[in-house]
């Protein structure tokens, strides 16, 4: 090829090329609860990588990827990191509710579109009217409610709740608390505590001597091994129960098998295998050979990312026309089912499913020993 032909091909093919789009990811990607931002991160990357792969896709996909460290001063910054950098045009969230929430204003003040994937508190997405802040994952209200009813149910009725000060904690403690005495539960004590205490022991001792059917738990993982751990030193033979927040693979690592045994936790959607897009979701996933498991948000972080290429695709990498888009989501088909934003721009996720630890995994209840009456949950 001569080099007038050759300079041709270089010009047709840079005529040829795609704009870059970029789309920030903000988890915690180290710490206590980084396994459930690694996962949250690969499953972003993996929507990005999917759609980079279509030749109809009109612009290339690039995910920048943010640790907040679960901190909210450190989720603050990078939030504003992420919303003054005018190349990315929207953003995939916040696991954690403390950090959340501390970031909406941040979002809201530099007109960044967000799509939350993982944090739970309902102040996200209903304490102020931010046309850009958007929520695919379920709220703690309902979360709380199915929490509470499913305890009762079983014939519980004497609860000790122990939880993290944060707003994360404060807002599981708000809502079960609500909807346990509700439905008939008695609540023997109520116990805050901060979430980087080590020593559980003056709080357990008391919680020992008040003898509980069950101790409710609000609040993430590196607390709840520790709790859960100390229980068992001092012989509390209740049951554990806690809230999303321990729903991961590093709350059974870190209690051990044994101990984590029979804990109960829940989580608003279907398990990932039985969501309507789930086994082509954990397929794409393993054949990335990620390092980390998609864990339990892995599936809304995906969806919420194909939200924002999606918007981006319809009308282009501009803020404002994305934000417009995704405020109309209606009866839009993801991998966690339908999506429909509410006037808050929270999606009506109407189930909440419930997990216990089984030989080492989190075990869907309907499928396990304990739901076929084979295992004996404590404390009854």
């Known amino acids: 090829m001569g080099f007038a032909a050759l300079g041709w091909s270089l010009l047709a093919g840079s005529a040829f090329a795609k704009d870059v789009v970029k789309i ?33 896709t009109k612009y290339q996909y690039q995910l920048v990827a943010l640790d907040d460290e679960c901190k909210p001063n450190v989720g603050v910054q990078v939030a504003t990191q992420a919303a003054s950098d005018n190349s990315i045009v929207a953003g995939v969230t916040n696991f954690c509710s403390a950090v959340a929430v501390a970031s909406v204003d941040v979002y809201h003040r530099f007109n960044l579109p967000v799509v939350v994937w993982g944090a739970v508190l309902p102040d996200v997405t209903y304490s102020n009217d931010y046309k850009e802040v958007h929520r695919v994952n379920g709220t703690m209200i309902n979360q709380s409610q199915v929490a509470a009813k499913f305890m009762t149910g079983l014939g519980y009725k004497k609860f000790v709740i122990i939880h993290d000060t944060t707003d994360y904690g404060n807002g599981h403690n708000k809502y079960f608390s609500e909807a346990l005495t509700k439905d008939g539960g008695q609540i023997l004590a109520d116990i805050g505590v901060s979430a980087d205490q080590q020593d559980f022991t003056t709080e357990l001792t008391k919680i020992r001597d008040l003898k509980p059917q069950v101790v409710y738990f609000g609040g993430l993982t590196p607390i709840g091994v520790r709790i859960r751990t100390q229980m068992q030193k001092l012989g509390i033979n209740a ?60 599936a809304f972080a995906f969806a919420a990312t194909n939200l924002i290429i999606d918007a981006v695709e319809k009308d282009g990498p501009n803020r404002h026309k994305v934000r417009d888009t995704l405020n109309h989501t209606s009866n839009v ?48």
Not at 342 to 352: A, M, S, T, Y
């Open 24 to 56: 920030a990811f903000i988890g915690p990607l180290t710490g206590g609860v980084s396994s459930i931002g690694l996962g949250g991160r690969n499953s972003a990357d993996l929507a990005v990588r999917l759609r980079n792969a279509e030749p109809k």
């Open 239 to 298: 049951q554990f129960e806690g809230t999303s927040g321990i729903k991961s693979d590093a709350y059974i690592d870190g209690a051990g098998q044994a101990v984590a045994e029979g804990s109960l936790s829940f989580l608003e959607g279907a398990p990932t295998d039985k969501l309507p897009g789930g086994a082509y979701f954990l397929t794409q996933y393993s054949a990335q050979k990620y390092a980390e498991p998609p864990e339990a948000y892995g």
């Open 333 to 380: 088909d993801t991998i966690i089912g339908k999506v429909t934003f509410d006037d808050h721009r929270q999606n009506i996720v109407p189930l909440v499913s419930k997990y216990v630890v089984q030989d080492g995994k989190w075990v869907i209840w309907e499928d396990s020993a304990y739901a076929k009456g084979q295992r004996k949950l404590k404390g009854l």
